[in-house]
């Protein structure tokens, strides 16, 4: 649910996004997005949620590793479709995480 | 929805949070503490979506600006009441954005 980064400095990318009203066959791709993602170079994890807005983020260490999973051939072809089908509007903002801190209860 | 931000760099607090079973008050506080931030100076925007996870990214000017709202008297009481009361688990992540996109259908 929350991802376990490491220590700071890493990456994140900040993906917010509206769906159109129609968005046949997203679910079936975000399930193969996210099987490739999770075996990407680099990668650290992600955390995503949508309620009307959605927001995904994910974790890298790098920005190499950033770039090359958005050349990723089959991260391109869903990128294509997302355009032409399923995004009504998104944003992407590329950051780098420079200072985290947790807090988790230790009895519930 | 999606936040307006200027021209990177900027900064943005990525707050990943998990709530009790229980959460009195909460919702109360959220809407008191929504009201206080969007009048925080160096404030620049704010993405929020529960479902579950609650994921609530915050933009923003300056590091001394997010440090300047982290230091507010009303907002340090909700994050007192936030460990007491209402968090399961929470992460905070200080970021500097370094690049942005979008996209936005013209047709839809």
């Known amino acids: ?4 980064t490491p220590i700071p ?3 994140a990318v900040i ?3 509206i ?3 129609e968005y046949q066959g997203y679910n079936e791709m975000s399930d193969i ?7 990407q170079d680099g990668y650290l994890g992600h955390e995503s949620v949508r309620n009307g807005l959605g927001i995904t983020v994910s974790y890298w260490e790098s920005l190499a590793a950033i770039k090359a999973w958005k ?3 089959d991260h391109q072809i869903a990128q294509k479709l997302g355009k032409k089908d399923w995004y009504k ?3 992407v903002r590329i950051c780098k995480v ?3 801190y947790e807090f988790l209860t230790n009895e519930k």
Chains 1, 2 share one sequence.
């Open 89 to 91: 509007h998104f944003k």
């Open 19 to 21: 769906l159109n009203e």
């Open 98 to 100: 420079e200072h985290d």
């Open 9 to 11: 400095p890493y990456y």
């Open 1 to 4: 649910m929350i991802s376990k």
């Open 33 to 39: 997005i996210e099987q490739l993602v999770i075996n």
């Open 15 to 17: 993906f917010t996004n």
């Open 71 to 73: 050349s990723n051939s």
